[in-house]
T-cell receptor
Framework: EAQVTQNPRYLITVTGKKLTVTCSQN?????MSWYRQDPGLGLRQIYY???????DKGDVPEGYKVSRKEKRNFPLILESPSPNQTSLYFC???????????????FGPGTRLTVT | SQKIEQNSEALNIQEGKTATLTCNYT??????LQWYRQDPGRGPVFLLL?????KEKRKERLKVTFDTTLKQSLFHITASQPADSATYLC??????????FGTGTSLTVIP
């Protein structure tokens, strides 16, 4: 089944304790992206990657890191989480999101993170 | 900075009627506009995409229009059903790298 998986689905942690949220897709997609969703603010893009070893900042990259060492995986790293990073996080992938062959994004199920 | 507004947070309509959702944007010239559906506790699911040079797109009971002069997209669901109840998001992109989403409109179809 074609899908984007995220782990963990739920996470409660404390301020300053480094954490990683994993994201994996099995569709051989070039493009992957991370979003956070907050009430009243909608989905905001954190980072995106056009291909292996190519990553770029989205709208709200502060406090986050990403890496793209393999095509299928795109982990999100919070090296020193703070309470304002409490949010619902979504990973997404797309075959090719722009140009003449625009495609839709496939989203994972989400990771609900609480930082106390 | 870009601003994307979707019409009233919640929209309630009777089953069988046409639902019309609005996506307005400022300070941006998107090349593509997408609509997604999001159910509670789940990730968004793609519905339709329209390009800046297209006026209208249809898929079954769904129709999207894109007016680059008004900086507005309208999303219509005809013959609405209770199963159409969800939150609908519009997403804009220019290059296909960075995406900007609206806050969404919650639609409830009343039987």
């Amino acid at each position: 089944e074609a899908q984007v998986t995220q782990n963990p689905r739920y996470l409660i942690t404390v301020t300053g304790k480094k954490l990683t949220v994993t994201c994996s897709q099995n569709m051989n997609h070039e493009y992957m992206s991370w979003y956070r969703q907050d009430p009243g603010l909608g989905l905001r893009q954190i980072y995106y990657s056009m291909n292996v070893e190519v990553t770029d900042k989205g709208d709200v990259p502060e406090g986050y890191k990403v890496s793209r060492k393999e095509k299928r995986n795109f982990p999100l790293i919070l090296e020193s989480p703070s309470p304002n990073q409490t949010s619902l996080y979504f990973c997404a992938s797309s075959l090719y999101p722009g140009g003449a062959q625009v495609n839709e994004q496939y989203f994972g199920p989400g990771t609900r993170l609480t930082v106390t | 900075s870009q601003k994307i507004e979707q019409n009233s947070e919640a929209l309630n309509i009777q089953e069988g009627k046409t639902a019309t959702l609005t996506c307005n944007y400022t300070n941006y010239s998107p090349a593509y506009l997408q609509w997604y559906r999001q159910d509670p506790g789940r990730g968004p699911v793609f519905l339709l995409l329209i390009r800046e040079n297209e006026k209208e797109k249809r898929k079954e009971r769904l129709k999207v229009t894109f007016d680059t002069t008004l900086k507005q997209s309208l999303f219509h669901i005809t013959a609405s059903q209770p199963a159409d109840s969800a939150t609908y998001l519009c997403a804009l992109t220019n290059t296909g790298n960075q995406f900007y989403f609206g806050t969404g409109t919650s639609l409830t179809v009343i039987p």
